[in-house]
């Protein structure tokens, strides 16, 4: 696969994946299977390593989606990460290795971190995205187990996992005579209970917290603290809750992962696994971290589940960008304990090589409520009609070849799909973040004719009376439209640029791009195809994407009417310049910086750049194990580039 098809791809599991994570965690939905998320995880690490090439917000660097609005925010003060995770039973044993270890359940309910001082509980905090968590303090207080106050005095705080058993669940399912209002599985119902904003409505659905981590004990016993069971035990004997676990070495980890399968089908707290932990605590903190997962645990995942069903229709959903993507409506199948009626197939060539017909026997798989997909097609019958229409404005269509893959296109220009995902992405969080304007309200807004172009956003005030009176709408909510509108009309150049949809150009590109050309988007829509592709990171093809878009009279004519209403303001760089016209590579786990980012912008703030790859036009290559064998220390020393530490690249070039 070519670089540039290698980028492409990246992007699209980028969608693919934060939207997965999004309905995971966010709106506890389960559109995706654990295979699936597994193997497009695994597939965009790979690209990335390959490439080089990290996007901003990559499920990579990320944790998880957003906080929810309705629930007070906070900062927590180091990121809860995922775990690593393996299905293979003889990986578990080789990444024991001679040490001994702790394995127990991995629960599925609702990462809770609770904090005690004086021996009290002061404050419960959700995982929210790893960094920014929700503030529960007093749903905490009224789960069915936790302590209010306990012996230790010293802080306290500790990681677990909220649940509801299966038991509480059927007997709350079976108070609720409607069936379509009967919750989906103990995660959903244990996830909406935990975050409710009247405590009273969390004490009615037996929430447990299980212990899983004891993260700090002021003044606890360094005994104590050295040993993951012995914090555990440590936090039973203060009267909490803690995971089911028992002590492993590598000859006998399998044999207990097989005890462990024995007794799920009779364990009454939801599980989607099992975690295996290092028992020496100071041996598993010194291996550090890498940008997603802490190394002192790994996470064993069950094998997926699959159901056979019946495919009754293909759903052609429209998209911004004109693309149209199949989905399988096939008879509800339980897996894992949700119900499944949908699946995305993604593209025709998929289609075709499932040979999908209407009315054909499929199997599909889901296991841990992520990403739906078809496993394989029992009748292949292939008697499926590729829609000649758009379903949304009744254009022809096109099939169209993009890396490899053949897929189906709305042709018309002015399709109310494409406007509405196209004004979706300008006011989105990333572009102008403007609040209150979600894609039903464009939807309606772009209906009704109030918006048709980008500036149009800068005058609903034309409007003020008709919007009042909306559904959903009223003097408030139109007094914050307009608030925020006005507060978006201040913006920056790669927020405007990433709003305007320039095919490839996404946030981590609209920086580059800005930054390249001094923050002047005049210069960027002058610039040639050959000027665009010496920027690092804009190859050829994004180069001549650009070009186009700018070449484009119309496109012209709406940016200028927009920049009318706006203010781009220009950032002011008083930092030090030492490292202009220098460039690095960064790889392996950072000590020193959150992640890579965050030692990218650093370099770029003193004017450096950061490349994906190692070329002879390095300045160093930043690694933390020079010795490793990795391509780019291959690369790095056959071009005789240096190869720095974290330590040493800071001792050099950020110092005084």
């Known amino acids: 696969m070519a670089d540039e098809a290698k980028i492409n791809r990246i992007k699209?599991?980028?969608?693919?994946?934060?939207?997965?994570?999004?309905?995971?965690?966010?709106?506890?939905?389960?559109?995706?299977?654990?295979?699936?998320?597994?193997?497009?995880?695994?597939?965009?690490v790979r690209l990335e390593e390959e490439t080089g090439m990290i996007l901003a917000g990559s499920p990579t660097q990320t944790v998880g989606y957003e906080a929810v609005d309705e629930l007070p925010k906070e900062r927590h003060p180091s990121p809860m990460l995922s775990l690593g995770k393996t299905k293979s039973r003889e990986e578990l044993s080789e990444w024991l290795g001679d040490h001994e270890g702790m394995l127990s359940?991995?629960?599925?309910?609702?990462?809770?971190?609770?904090?005690?001082?004086?021996?009290?509980?002061?404050?419960?905090?959700?995982?929210?995205?790893?960094?920014?968590?929700?503030?529960?303090?007093?749903?905490?207080?009224?789960?069915?187990?936790?302590?209010?106050?306990?012996?230790?005095t010293g802080e306290l705080v500790i990681r677990g996992e909220a649940v509801i058993s299966y038991p509480d669940f059927e007997k709350i399912n079976a108070s609720i005579a409607n069936d379509a209002d009967k919750y989906k599985n103990?995660?959903?119902?244990?996830?909406?209970?935990?975050?409710?904003?009247?405590?009273?409505?969390?004490?009615?659905?037996?929430?447990?917290?299980?212990?899983?981590?004891?993260v700090s004990a002021e003044g606890a016993d360094d005994k104590i603290m050295a040993s993951a069971n012995g914090r555990l035990s440590f936090l039973e004997s203060l009267?909490?809750?803690?995971?089911?676990?028992?002590?492993?070495?590598?000859?006998?980890?399998?044999?207990?992962?097989?005890?462990?399968?024995?007794?799920?089908?009779?364990?009454?707290?939801?599980?989607?696994?099992?975690?295996?932990?290092?028992?020496?605590?100071?041996?598993?903190?010194?291996?550090g971290r890498t940008?997603?997962?802490?190394?002192?645990?790994?996470?064993?995942?069950?094998?997926?589940?699959?159901?056979?069903?019946?495919?009754?229709?293909?759903?052609?959903?429209?998209?911004r960008t004109g693309l149209i993507n199949p989905v399988a409506i096939f008879d509800p199948v339980e897996l894992e304990g949700t119900t499944v009626t949908r699946a995305s197939v993604h593209n025709i060539s998929i289609v075709r090589e499932l040979k999908l017909g209407i009315g054909d026997r499929i199997t599909v798989y889901k296991a841990n409520m992520i990403i739906p997909q078809i496993a394989e097609n029992l009748t292949k019958s292939g008697n499926l009609s590729i829609p000649a229409k758009c379903p949304v404005c009744g254009a022809p269509t096109e099939i169209r070849a993009l890396n490899e893959a053949e897929s189906l296109y709305c042709t018309n220009p002015g399709c109310a799909a494409k406007q509405i995902k196209t004004?979706?992405?300008?006011?989105?969080?990333?572009?102008?973040?403007?609040?209150?304007?979600?894609?039903?309200?464009?939807?309606?807004l772009i209906d009704m004719g109030f918006i048709k172009e980008f500036d149009d956003l800068f005058h609903l005030d034309r409007y003020e009376e008709k919007i009042v009176h909306m559904e959903g709408f009223g003097e408030k909510s139109y007094a914050n439209l307009i608030a925020s509108?006005?507060?978006?009309?201040?913006?920056?150049?790669?927020?405007?640029?990433?709003?305007?949809?320039?095919?490839?150009?996404?946030?981590?590109?609209?920086?580059?791009l800005a930054k390249a050309?001094?923050?002047?988007?005049?210069?960027?829509?002058?610039?040639?195809?050959?000027?665009?592709?010496?920027?690092?990171?804009?190859?050829?093809?994004?180069?001549?994407?650009?070009?186009?878009?700018?070449?484009?009279?119309?496109?012209?004519?709406?940016?200028?009417?927009?920049?009318?209403?706006?203010?781009?303001?220009?950032?002011?760089?008083?930092?030090?310049?030492?490292?202009?016209?220098?460039?690095?590579?960064?790889?392996?786990?950072?000590?020193?910086?959150?992640?890579?980012?965050?030692?990218?912008?650093?370099?770029?703030?003193?004017?450096?750049?950061?490349?994906?790859?190692?070329?002879?036009?390095?300045?160093?290559?930043?690694?933390?194990?020079?010795?490793?064998?990795s391509s780019k220390n291959k690369t790095a020393k056959s071009l005789g580039v240096t190869i720095l530490t974290e330590d040493e690249f800071i001792n050099t070039y950020l110092k005084e």
């Open 12 to 44: 699209e599991l980028n969608v693919i994946l934060k939207k997965a994570s999004e309905d995971y965690y966010a709106k506890d939905e389960s559109p995706l299977s654990d295979r699936e998320y597994d193997a497009l995880y695994d597939e965009l």
């Open 485 to 512: 509108v006005k507060t978006a009309s201040k913006t920056t150049l790669p927020r405007f640029l990433f709003g305007l949809g320039i095919p490839g150009i996404g946030v981590a590109n609209a920086k580059v």
């Open 105 to 152: 359940w991995k629960l599925d309910g609702l990462t809770v971190v609770l904090t005690y001082e004086n021996g009290a509980l002061s404050k419960a905090v959700t995982r929210g995205n790893g960094e920014i968590v929700e503030v529960i303090t007093p749903n905490a207080k009224v789960f069915d187990n936790v302590p209010l106050k306990i012996s230790f």
């Open 517 to 629: 050309f001094d923050h002047d988007i005049d210069k960027i829509r002058k610039a040639t195809a050959e000027e665009l592709s010496e920027v690092e990171g804009i190859g050829d093809i994004m180069a001549s994407d650009i070009t186009s878009y700018f070449a484009d009279d119309e496109n012209n004519r709406k940016i200028d009417a927009v920049l009318a209403d706006l203010t781009i303001e220009v950032p002011v760089n008083t930092s030090e310049q030492n490292l202009a016209g220098l460039t690095f590579v960064i790889t392996g786990s950072l000590n020193n910086f959150e992640n890579r980012n965050a030692l990218k912008a650093i370099i770029e703030e003193r004017g450096g750049k950061v490349a994906g790859s190692v070329s002879a036009k390095t300045t160093a290559l930043i690694n933390n194990d020079a010795a490793s064998n």
């Open 291 to 319: 940008a997603k997962s802490p190394r002192h645990s790994i996470a064993f995942k069950w094998a997926d589940e699959t159901a056979e069903t019946t495919l009754r229709e293909i759903e052609w959903s429209a998209s």
């Open 186 to 214: 103990p995660r959903n119902l244990c996830s909406g209970s935990v975050r409710q904003l009247d405590a009273s409505i969390t004490a009615k659905r037996h929430v447990r917290f299980v212990a899983f981590n004891l």
């Open 423 to 444: 004004f979706s992405q300008f006011v989105s969080r990333d572009a102008l973040n403007v609040d209150g304007l979600s894609e039903m309200t464009l939807e309606k």
């Open 239 to 287: 009267g909490f809750e803690a995971v089911q676990r028992m002590p492993v070495t590598s000859a006998n980890v399998a044999d207990a992962v097989a005890d462990y399968e024995k007794r799920i089908a009779h364990y009454e707290i939801p599980s989607d696994g099992l975690v295996l932990t290092y028992e020496d605590v100071n041996y598993g903190a010194s291996l």
